[in-house]
């Protein structure tokens, strides 16, 4: 690696329409890092993930990952993407794919992995989020805890360097929710560098190096996890802790 | 001899044409809407019998091509019947006979969406069946079935050209009839299927205007 | 004539080399219309303005221009240009250019009824749209698009017929001919309608069973008229 940071936003603006849902925003990501993203619905923080894989386009502004700049780089952006892994709130499982071929099918479309190279991965990484004894389950036949960690098996399948987590846990009952927070703080333990935007306080607190409150589009406060939650220093973050404290 | 001046000689009896398919087409939606309602209500509430006779009619008249369907009354059965009536009318019974077997199917499918708890509370207001089927099952259902009537439309039309093999005089027979008189081939045939598209256009619009006037507020089905 | 004589002698025999045809014409047809249905449908859907609106435009043309139009254009217009086309292959292009209208609209519509999700996740893991439709987008929607893409099959067949409009004597033309020839026209009629039911009742039940095996456990498989 050259660079210090392996993520850098660089003064990130978007847009739709007339409103602006981005409004300059910039920070800096250290490799095994773990960044939770709080704050109001609504407020962009969804829109800054995806800026950084550019599956949105941003108006203004840069990435970098490892000092490779992804803004405007145009159709090479496919190779960016694999360096960048994403979960979504839906998980959006393939459909037509059992947990194992979804696992492995971008390891052997995209990096060109030979099949049975392929596979052993994809069980590896099923392993890792303990679903290997569903490998041959279709999404439909999944709980919404299990879809989420074949999910993120398939992120991790391509060797992301990052890993964006876009709510993972909101559409999941909390039963559900649990098994995956678990499997995102061993990831997290185990160095994975993560952007998570999330609601789960508790999963915050406990491995977040570093909380940033978002509120309209800008980043209003950013520090350790303990300072945040329990020492805000804007009248903003107070209050939304406040509310958040009242569940 | 320019495109032009042929449009000019022949365009009155192409337009005569265009007069003959719409006949046609007109012909085959009433007669097929006449028929293919009373074979839906018999598919839907008839005996075990009725369902039968409907059942085969439809398999009938849908798994035979138009073209065969065209030869076997034109030269079978109306002949047989002693019925010695111009193509044009063996052509629009046949159209009609075979769009009542597609439209009673489009029919059936609504009358069957419609909920049961319907027809429950009009007889639970004494209404008899008849008379529930009229006031509350058929103006919902005919709504929900404009939308496949979407579909009828421009199959109607198209297979309308198919009469020129039983020598009706529509559009696509007066095409060639020009085609071959005046040995001007493409250009013509290109602007026959011009008004084909034109005609189908047109229709499409006037069953879009006739969807959104009887629209029911809340009734989402819509064509297309 | 003996009824059975005609029937053994004259008929089947007539009928069965008009089957063959009629065959020929189909399956000769059904690739190559599912193919260019695709590509139409994947250009439509995907491409760029102009690759879109000439999509859009094909398809108003080959849907609302009658089938037995395009086979005289074919057939009897080409060669005025200098292009003259066996009656077979004129058939067969016809009925090709048709079918790949009709079946676009199809998978089209089964290509809109997949989750947005699927394609950005797929986008997400680094695959290129082309990737993406390949391995993920076309797999579901070839699926979903059966029971549409099998009615325009059975169209198809039915359709065929208009081949001895130019020519090909078909089983419809094999038909009228025997039918012509010894003034029966009720009883031979009704035997070629007996063989397109047969045709078109079997073809049913195969994709019935095509479907169940291509089935994905949850997956939805309508994709409406």
């Given at each position: 690696m050259t660079s210090e940071y392996i993520l850098r936003i660089v003064d990130l603006h978007k847009n739709f329409g007339d409103r602006e849902v981005l409004h300059g925003i910039s920070f800096n990501v250290k490799k095994g890092e773990t960044i939770v993203f709080i704050g109001?619905?609504?407020?962009g923080k969804s829109t800054l993930l995806r800026c950084i894989n550019q599956l949105t386009e941003p108006d203004k502004g840069h990435v970098f990952i490892d000092d490779d700049?992804?803004?405007?780089c145009g159709y090479r952006i496919s190779e960016y993407r694999q360096r960048i892994g994403m979960v979504f709130q839906n998980f959006?499982?393939?459909?037509?794919?059992?947990a194992v071929q979804n696992v492995e099918i971008a390891p052997i479309r995209?990096?060109?992995?030979k099949p049975a190279e392929a596979r052993k991965k994809a069980m590896e990484e099923l392993r890792r989020v303990g679903m290997q004894d569903w490998a041959d389950h279709y999404p439909s036949e999944l709980s919404g805890g299990q879809a989420q960690r074949v999910s993120i098996a398939r992120s991790l399948a391509m060797d992301p360097e990052v890993i964006l987590f876009d709510?993972?846990?909101?559409?999941?009952?909390p039963e559900l929710t649990r098994e995956v927070l678990e499997v995102m703080k061993d990831l997290a333990r185990s160095g994975m560098t993560m952007l998570v935007v999330t609601h789960e306080m508790g999963f915050a607190r406990s491995v977040a190096t570093e909380v940033v409150f978002m509120e309209g589009g800008q980043i209003v406060e950013q520090g350790p996890p303990a300072e945040i939650m329990k020492?805000?220093?804007?009248p903003r973050t107070r209050e939304f802790i406040g509310k958040i404290a009242e569940h | 001899m320019d495109i032009l001046t042929i449009l000019a000689q022949w365009g009155p009896y192409l337009l005569g044409g265009i007069v003959v398919t719409v006949g046609l087409v007109a012909s085959a939606l009433v007669i097929g809407f006449v028929l293919g309602l009373p074979i839906a209500l018999g598919q839907v509430y008839g005996s075990r019998i009725l369902r039968t006779i409907a059942a085969v009619y439809v398999w009938f008249f849908r798994g035979l091509p138009i073209l065969v369907l065209l030869f076997l009354f034109y030269f079978g059965i109306f002949p047989v019947l002693g019925l010695d009536f111009p193509a044009f009318v063996v052509g629009a019974v046949v159209l009609g006979l075979r769009g009542a077997a597609y439209q009673s199917q489009i029919f059936r499918g609504s009358i069957q969406s419609i909920a049961e708890g319907q027809m429950t509370a009009a007889l639970s207001l004494g209404m008899t069946p008849w008379m529930a089927v009229k006031t509350v099952i058929l103006p919902q259902a005919l709504r929900i079935s404009l939308p496949g009537w979407s579909n009828e439309y421009p199959e109607i039309l198209t297979d309308s050209a198919v009469c020129y093999a039983i020598g009706v005089m529509e559009l696509l027979t007066r095409t060639s009839q020009i085609v071959s008189q005046t040995y001007v081939t493409m250009p013509i045939y290109i602007a026959c299927a011009g008004i084909f598209i034109l005609l189908n256009y047109a229709g499409m619009q006037v069953i879009y205007k006739v969807e959104e006037k009887f629209a029911i507020p809340g009734f989402g089905v819509k064509a297309g | 004539m003996d009824p059975v004589i005609f029937l053994t002698q004259i008929l089947i025999p007539a009928l069965w080399q008009g089957l063959i045809i009629t065959l020929e014409l189909v399956l000769l047809t059904a690739p190559f219309g599912l193919l260019l249905g695709v590509g139409i449908a994947l250009g439509r859907q995907y491409g760029g303005r102009v690759l879109s609106s000439l999509c859009a435009g094909y398809i108003v043309f080959f849907k609302g221009c009658p089938l037995l139009l395009l086979l005289f254009m074919l057939y009897f217009g080409l060669p005025t240009i200098g292009i003259i086309l066996p009656a077979f292959t004129a058939s067969v292009i016809g009925f090709i250019l048709c079918n790949a209208a009709y079946n676009s609209e199809y998978i089209r519509g089964a290509i809109k009824s997949i989750k947005d999700g699927q394609m950005t996740a797929a986008q997400a893991l680094g695959m290129t749209k082309v990737q993406a439709i390949e391995t993920i987008i076309l797999p579901q929607a070839l699926r979903r698009a059966i029971p549409g893409l099998s009615n325009e099959f059975i169209y198809l067949i039915k359709y065929s017929s208009l081949a001895y409009m130019i020519t090909v004597v078909e089983l419809s033309g094999a038909g009228k001919l025997v039918a012509t020839k010894y003034f029966l026209y009720n009883e031979t009629f009704l035997a070629v309608g007996i063989v397109y039911l047969a045709l078109v009742t079997l073809t049913t039940f195969g994709v019935d069973r095509l479907e169940k095996r291509l089935a994905i456990p949850g997956m939805v498989q309508k994709s409406g008229r």
């Open positions: 109001p619905s609504g407020t700049e992804v803004t405007g959006n499982l393939f459909d037509h794919l059992t995209v990096r060109k992995m709510e993972p846990t909101s559409a999941l009952d020492n805000p220093k804007h | - | -």
